[in-house]
């Protein structure tokens, strides 16, 4: 799209396309001491992609670092970044071409940015909690609330999948309905900036503000500042490891029943009974009527095999720099697998669909 809109910048090769990345972490390597190291990172798409990624070719360009997260702040700390992509972009940079032994003017622009979910609402603007948590669907976001769960359950998932997907159709093993609505289109860049005309930041702790005529906005992105930020078809992208990592956990601690890390328990059971679907699963009244009892899901394994699936992840051998020596986070005599890195959960995810499409064959 910038080649198409901008063809003075795509006719000069030599035009640095950029991806901002930014996460927090904690620098002393535990999460009990009260504080947030935020790096944020210019990633040169010029390279090419066994390269762009290596350390040295990395561009440290801010370093937020306090007791707490940056927030809807985090764009005062942008400002220079971005009062120097502009500059980059509007007047371009005199830059010396050693294999040619010429200067040149360089240019260059940002496709887009790369975060987890929760630094996606830091940096669009868009609040990714709630009834509209998602930036996709935006205003049409299925959301509802679960009364045992106390957290919001998000169902409109099946949009996505083709109009004909036998999957759409499935009552039993869904929402008890059809789904028959299309994708939704996500808000362009020209709607969004439309949307906050006039917004008004307000930035600094405890700013809480209730938000404008409904728009689920925190703020007005500073990256909107940048002359072609509206025109960009993909603002914001999401680090698949980070959504690898979490689903896993997920996955992980319901089929084997960990404790604390399972999302099948009673308080599940009971809002699958508020919302009257899967009847099978609603939890039952014991005898002596002081507690519940809740009968097995479909997914749920006997020790036998919960032994089989973490003896093979223990003995499991991989080509060098694949993945950690995942052995060493797998239990086999409690049936856990606990503390394993985030780029092992690739590895765990196709070897859970292969374990869940024999299971369901057999």
Same mark, same amino acid.
């Given at each position: 799209?910038?080649?198409?809109?901008?063809?003075?910048?795509?006719?000069?090769?030599?035009?640095?396309? =950029?991806?901002?990345?930014?996460?927090?972490?904690?620098?002393?390597?535990?999460?009990?001491?009260?504080?947030?190291?935020?790096?944020?990172? =210019?990633?040169?798409?010029?390279?090419?992609?066994?390269?762009?990624?290596?350390?040295?070719?990395?561009?440290?360009?801010?370093?937020?670092?306090?007791?707490?997260?940056?927030?809807?702040?985090?764009?005062?700390?942008?400002?220079?970044?971005?009062?120097?992509?502009?500059? =980059?972009?509007?007047?371009?940079?005199?830059?010396?071409?050693?294999?040619?032994?010429?200067?040149?003017?360089?240019?260059?622009?940002?496709?887009?940015?790369?975060?987890?979910?929760?630094?996606?609402?830091?940096?669009?603007?868009?609040?990714?909690?709630?009834?509209?948590?998602?930036?996709?669907?935006?205003?049409?976001?299925?959301?509802?609330?679960?009364?045992?769960?106390?957290?919001?359950?998000?169902?409109?998932?099946?949009?996505?999948?083709?109009?004909?997907?036998?999957w759409r159709f499935d009552k039993k093993n869904f929402n008890g309905a059809i789904e028959t609505r299309q994708s939704a289109e996500p808000l362009t860049g020209t709607e969004v900036e439309q949307l906050l005309f006039g917004y008004k930041n307000q930035f600094g702790e405890n700013k809480k503000r209730?938000?404008?005529?409904?728009?689920?906005?925190?703020?007005?992105?500073?990256?909107? @500042?940048?002359?072609?930020?509206?025109? %960009?078809?993909?603002?914001? %992208?999401?680090?698949?490891?980070?959504?690898?990592?979490?689903?896993?956990?997920?996955?992980?601690?319901?089929?084997?029943?960990?404790?604390?890390?399972?999302? @099948?328990?009673?308080?599940?059971?009971?809002?699958?009974?508020?919302?009257?679907?899967r009847k099978s699963l609603h939890p039952m009244e014991s005898a002596d009527g002081k507690s519940y009892e809740i009968n097995a899901a479909l997914f749920d394994m006997s020790n036998k095999e919960k032994d089989i699936f973490c003896k093979v992840l223990k003995n499991a051998k991989l080509p060098y720099?694949?993945?950690?020596?995942?052995?060493?986070?797998?239990?086999?005599?409690?049936?856990?697998? =606990?503390?394993?890195?985030?780029?092992?959960?690739?590895?765990?995810?196709?070897?859970?669909?292969?374990?869940?499409?024999?299971?369901?064959?057999?």
């Amino acid at each position: 799209m910038m080649d198409a809109n901008y063809p003075e910048f795509s006719s000069e090769i030599l035009n640095v396309r =950029l991806g901002v990345a930014a996460d927090g972490f904690s620098p002393y390597r535990t999460m009990s001491v009260s504080h947030s190291t935020w790096p944020i990172v =210019l990633v040169n798409y010029n390279l090419p992609p066994w390269i762009c990624m290596k350390q040295e070719n990395l561009i440290l360009s801010t370093l937020i670092s306090g007791p707490n997260s940056p927030s809807n702040s985090i764009d005062v700390y942008m400002q220079p970044l971005i009062a120097e992509l502009n500059e =980059l972009w509007d007047n371009g940079i005199q830059t010396y071409d050693a294999m040619t032994d010429q200067n040149f003017n360089l240019w260059a622009g940002v496709l887009w940015t790369i975060s987890d979910f929760p630094g996606y609402a830091m940096l669009s603007g868009w609040s990714t909690k709630g009834k509209l948590a998602c930036p996709v669907c935006h205003y049409e976001t299925c959301s509802e609330y679960l009364k045992h769960g106390r957290k919001m359950c998000y169902m409109s998932h099946r949009r996505f999948l083709d109009p004909s997907h036998k999957w759409r159709f499935d009552k039993k093993n869904f929402n008890g309905a059809i789904e028959t609505r299309q994708s939704a289109e996500p808000l362009t860049g020209t709607e969004v900036e439309q949307l906050l005309f006039g917004y008004k930041n307000q930035f600094g702790e405890n700013k809480k503000r209730k938000r404008e005529s409904g728009i689920p906005f925190k703020k007005r992105s500073i990256f909107f @500042d940048l002359p072609y930020w509206k025109n %960009n078809p993909l603002r914001h %992208n999401l680090d698949v490891m980070h959504i690898e990592k979490n689903i896993c956990d997920s996955i992980l601690g319901t089929l084997l029943n960990i404790s604390g890390k399972s999302k @099948d328990h009673l308080a599940a059971r009971f809002d699958l009974q508020e919302m009257g679907i899967r009847k099978s699963l609603h939890p039952m009244e014991s005898a002596d009527g002081k507690s519940y009892e809740i009968n097995a899901a479909l997914f749920d394994m006997s020790n036998k095999e919960k032994d089989i699936f973490c003896k093979v992840l223990k003995n499991a051998k991989l080509p060098y720099g694949c993945a950690s020596n995942i052995s060493r986070y797998v239990h086999t005599n409690e049936g856990k697998i =606990l503390g394993y890195k985030s780029h092992d959960a690739h590895f765990i995810l196709h070897y859970l669909l292969q374990f869940a499409v024999k299971k369901s064959v057999n």
